[in-house]
């Protein structure tokens, strides 16, 4: 009996043994990686966004792993979908960054989400890097140490270059606005305010409608009958195809200028036959071969990793990868500086950034304390669907 108890024990030690060689192999196999998190929209109408977002990073991940990582490690992606959902994303920012130990967490498409992590992340002294969400307040949120960055659109500029668009190509005088009701939508609502009332432009009216409405021909019939001759639209993909589609039953032919939430996802499948009349703004598009080259090492890699890309339709919305590979090059550069992935050093690493060839801009002193936006208003330009693709507005 205590001979098997023997050989037991023994076999319970090697065991054990085992498990902790094996457990302190992993562990060691984690320390050669730094980790970098993704909470964004990967699922649902506006999951296309996820997946832009992803292979913007992935790629640009692929190109800084194949020359050496990082601070002598390689970089290493975790996904967590946040369903377009704040509480969602705030539970999975935590998880990231509590049990994945991720260094920064890259931010998907809806603001409402973004505006729930920044606080925690400025918090925890984690770098936030946004690459779609546009909220104005995501960056300019007055921490007195702020951890948000962006390379992105942002609320207030969008809604200044929304107005010179309209006025210029449609000679608005009297805009109405449809916004969705919920952060994004306030943000918007003052940068527009701020951007008519500077012009002491009459408005014909101001309407919210929901994510979830499928019909706001009330909001529209208000506006028209109050003689809007533009409409302002800021939504997401489902509401702003539901504008379009109300306006179709009404006989409503207006111009409609919008932020870029119909980017985001299936809008020109759901939005029907006219979802081509709704001009919204972007930071990036693929140009024709030949005339870009840095784009077209970036889509060639994409079709290399990504067998399904055949054209530049199928990278809809390009905006989405862009953004993202942009952002993973400043960030790793961010880390380069600072010489660490902490999250007080790695901040002041942003703000040592120089300059970095892009693949949407030159970036010559990308961030500093008082300006935590990459892009700015030259940075924009104007988009439609076209057959399914994003392609310019010609005017």
Known sequence: MSSKRSILGKGLKAAALATAVTAA??????AETIKVGLVAALSGQSAKS????????????????ANGGVLGKQIELIRRDDESNPSRGLLAARELIQKEDVAVIFGGLDTPVSMALVPVMNQLKVPYMGTWAAGTAITHNGAEENYAFRVSAVDEIVDEALLRYSIEHYNTQKPGMMLINNPWGESNERGLMKAIESRDMPIAGLEKFESGDVDVVPQLTRLKEAGADT??????????????????????????????????????????????????????????????????AVFAALQAKYPEIKTHADVTPAVGIANAYDAM??????????GTVEGPA???GFYAIDEYEGLIKTYNKPFTPENQ????????VFAHFVDGAIVPVSK
């Open 329 to 338: 090059h400043l960030v790793a550069l961010a880390m380069e500086k600072a």
């Open 373 to 380: 936006d990459a892009l700015g208003p030259d940075d924009y």
């Open 50 to 65: 996820g997946e832009a977002i992803t292979r913007g990073l992935s790629v640009a991940i692929d190109e800084i792993n």
């Open 25 to 30: 192999s992993v562990s060691a196999q984690a």
């Open 231 to 296: 409409l302002y639209m800021v939504g997401n993909v489902s509401p702003s195809a539901q504008v379009v589609k109300s306006l179709d039953r009404m006989g409503w032919d207006v111009p409609i200028v919008s932020h870029w939430g119909p980017a985001g996802g299936r809008f020109s499948e759901l939005a029907g036959p006219n979802a081509d009349r709704v001009e919204f703004i972007q930071t990036f598009l693929f140009a024709p071969e030949g005339e870009d080259p840095k784009g077209d």
């Open 346 to 348: 790695l901040r002041e």
